[in-house]
């Protein structure tokens, strides 16, 4: 079992630390709709990916009362 032979400072340790933080987020807009989403990633809002609608949105969509 490893154990250390010197203590740790605060600052050596933090500065190992300090590559661990989350970058933000980098939101392109959509072309479609021109709401932010995830680049390479469906538009939330709309549906669309690469000019081409992948998912029907539920506002679109007929449904019967009997079925629902």
């Known amino acids: 079992?490893?154990?250390q032979q010197n203590k740790v400072s605060k600052s050596r340790r933090n500065?190992?630390?300090?590559?661990?933080?989350l970058s933000a987020a980098n939101p392109n807009e959509c072309p479609s709709c021109g709401e932010l989403k995830r680049p390479h990633h469906v538009c939330p809002s709309?549906?669309?990916y690469a000019d081409r609608e992948v998912i029907a949105m539920a506002d679109e969509v007929d449904l019967d009362e009997d079925a629902a």
């Open 15 to 21: 500065n190992r630390r300090a590559h661990d933080s």
């Open 46 to 48: 709309c549906g669309h």
């Open 1 to 3: 079992m490893a154990v």
